[in-house]
Every structure is written in C-alpha cells, then in structure tokens.
C-alpha cells in the first residue's frame, strides 16, 4: 500500500473490470462517475493532471469500500482488496 489507507487507482480499475463487467467510467468536472445498470459512483477522485494518465491517483480506503457496497461487490472485491474489511449489516 502506497500509504495508510489508500490505493492506487489503476487496481481501483483492475478490480472493477473483474468484478463490475460493463461498467461505464466517466470523467466528471472533479471526480470519476462510475455507472452500472441503474446505480452510479460519484466519489472516486480525478487527482492531479500527472497522476491521472499514469494510475496513481490515490483513493481513500473508505471511498473504495462505498463503492463496493454501492455495486453489491463485496465477495469478488475483497479477492483484491482483503483489507477494505466491509462489513455485512446484521438483520435484528
């Protein structure tokens, strides 16, 4: 890990093509909108000019999990991602 809870984006997208197929990513005024079916991502950050192009852009571990449990990608994200820990809400 580049830093204390961050990862690159560049496994941001590796994982999301394995685990989201047909995803649409689009670049946003400040973020990445990612969209499936009828669900969308709005809080994945651009970064700087340099690090946009080369993938180390770096995401707070709290938007990647977000953005797992928004997509309902818990059992293949965490393959990539074991230390995202997301949790499954218990029924009372």
Request: glycine content about 8%; some cysteine.
């Amino acid at each position: 890990m580049p830093g204390y809870g961050q990862v690159k984006i560049k496994k941001v997208w590796k994982m999301l093509d394995k685990c989201l197929e047909g995803y649409e990513l689009v670049k946003g005024a400040h973020k990445w909108i990612i969209k499936h079916g009828d669900r969308e991502f709005l809080d994945l950050p651009l970064g700087k000019h340099e690090s946009q192009s080369s993938g180390n852009t770096l995401v707070e571990r709290g938007q990647l999990r977000a953005l797992v449990r928004t997509f309902k990608i818990e059992a293949c994200a965490n393959k990539y991602f074991p230390e995202i820990k997301t949790k499954k809400k218990s029924v009372s």
